[in-house]
């Protein structure tokens, strides 16, 4: 079709060891404090967007795994805000409509940070879409007017989001704190606990803590910019230990924190708690069996049900196996992502779970920020929808 522009790109997950939760300023979505997460590989867990832009197009269209949904105002947010930066060469496709197509291959607004993927991806697109010079245009700044935490999945590795000080947002940004190469032993393991959608969403609870609970404003005050600082010293020193330790007390405080929230907001279930249950039981196990580490498997829960589990590649296939021992399942594609080689386990200190207690495992590991996909639109040549 003439004047017709079409670009495909995939944004990562991103999970967070140390959480962002509470909002200063909800319209510019500025965060109360400071955040650090690790980008998961795109090759395992990611959102792909297509945007389409012509002529042609009466009115800007949206559909999210195979549906159409209207477009809302943070997705409108983004869209303006890219047009703002649109390069000289294509300031006529400024008036153009558009038609974007987003699918994740995870569980949708089910705790598994997919807004920050779906929101990364929609601004690396549109930044390939409008020719956006990301040397000069922060693309985190972008994202996080989506959502807060998509500054994050801009970057691949280690990212640090710096709340920032101006009341307009304009120091409100993810940083790279470290590449995915600096710790290429490093792995995770999602447990899909559920693919419900949460009874209350992420805007909702944070909106609702902010307002009631107390611990919040003390950890934000208090404790986050010291586990800032000990996180990145565990990141750059490779401290498995110093990171799982503040990994494990960080989510144990933000789900506290839902806790003291009021009414309480109640993202995990009792699968969740026998998976923080099974990776103590398995540290202390390590230690008994003459690990050097304290540490060898440290969980983080979003605002969900689902787990990941953070280790290291050299325990990875005795984890796994003893996971599937615990939590079996009848599934073909129980264990997805990395190859991995999962053995009967003949350790019989964990206990048994009733099979299907996990709907799947997907199994991944550090990786890059968002990329370009050259062909596999989810549009076809003309920009009209796949049936």
């Known amino acids: 079709m003439e004047g017709l522009v079409m670009k495909t790109c995939e944004g990562p997950v991103n999970i967070a060891v140390i959480k962002y939760w509470g909002k200063r300023n909800d319209e510019l979505i ?35 795994n195979g549906k159409p949904f209207p ?3 943070r997705m409108r ?53 409008y020719g956006i010079d990301e040397k000069v245009v922060d693309l985190t700044i972008l994202a996080r007017r989506g959502s807060g935490s998509a500054c994050r999945s801009i970057y691949g590795g280690f990212v640090w989001w710096q709340k920032g000080t101006s009341d307009d947002g304009h120091d ?13 032993e490093l792995r995770a393991v999602i447990l899909v606990v559920s ?33 800032i600082e000990s996180m990145i010293k565990a990141i750059n020193a490779k401290d498995f230990d110093a990171f799982a330790e503040i990994t494990m007390k960080e989510s144990n405080q933000f789900h506290a924190v839902a806790l003291d929230t009021f009414p ?59 996971i599937v021992s615990s939590f079996p399942s009848i599934e073909k594609e129980y264990v997805r ?34 990329r370009v996909i050259e062909s596999d639109h989810l549009l076809n040549p003309d920009g009209s929808f796949k049936v």
């Open 30 to 64: 500025l965060p109360m404090n400071d955040s650090l997460s690790v980008t998961l590989h795109v090759d395992h867990l990611r959102s792909r967007t297509t945007i389409a832009c012509s002529p042609v197009f009466k009115e800007d269209e949206f559909w999210l």
């Open 71 to 73: 477009i809302n105002e």
């Open 77 to 129: 947010t983004c869209i303006e805000e890219a047009k703002k930066h649109i390069s000289e060469e294509k300031k006529e496709l400024s008036k153009y409509k558009l038609r974007i197509c987003s699918e994740n291959n995870f569980a949708t607004a089910a705790g598994l940070a997919s807004s920050a993927a779906g929101f990364a991806c929609l601004v690396y697109c549109l930044a390939q879409v």
């Open 172 to 184: 409100s940004k993810a940083v790279q704190v470290a590449s995915e190469a600096r710790w290429p």
């Open 195 to 227: 693919h419900k959608q949460k009874d209350v969403s992420s805007k909702d609870g944070m909106k609702r803590s902010r307002e009631t609970s107390q611990l919040l404003h003390f950890r934000s005050k208090q404790i986050v910019q010291q586990r």
């Open 264 to 322: 309480p907001c109640f993202y995990m279930n009792d699968v969740s708690r026998n998976v923080i249950d099974l990776v103590n039981k398995y540290n202390a196990y390590k230690v008994d069996m003459g690990s050097s580490t304290r540490y060898s498997a440290a969980y983080t829960f979003d605002a969900g049900p689902n787990a990941c589990i953070y280790l290291q590649d050299k325990d990875l296939s005795e984890f796994l196996s003893i």
């Open 337 to 370: 992502g990395l190859p991995v080689e999962v053995v009967s386990s003949s350790v019989d200190i964990f206990p048994k779970h009733a099979p299907g207690a996990l709907d799947y495992i997907i199994c991944t590991k550090v990786g890059p920020g968002p």
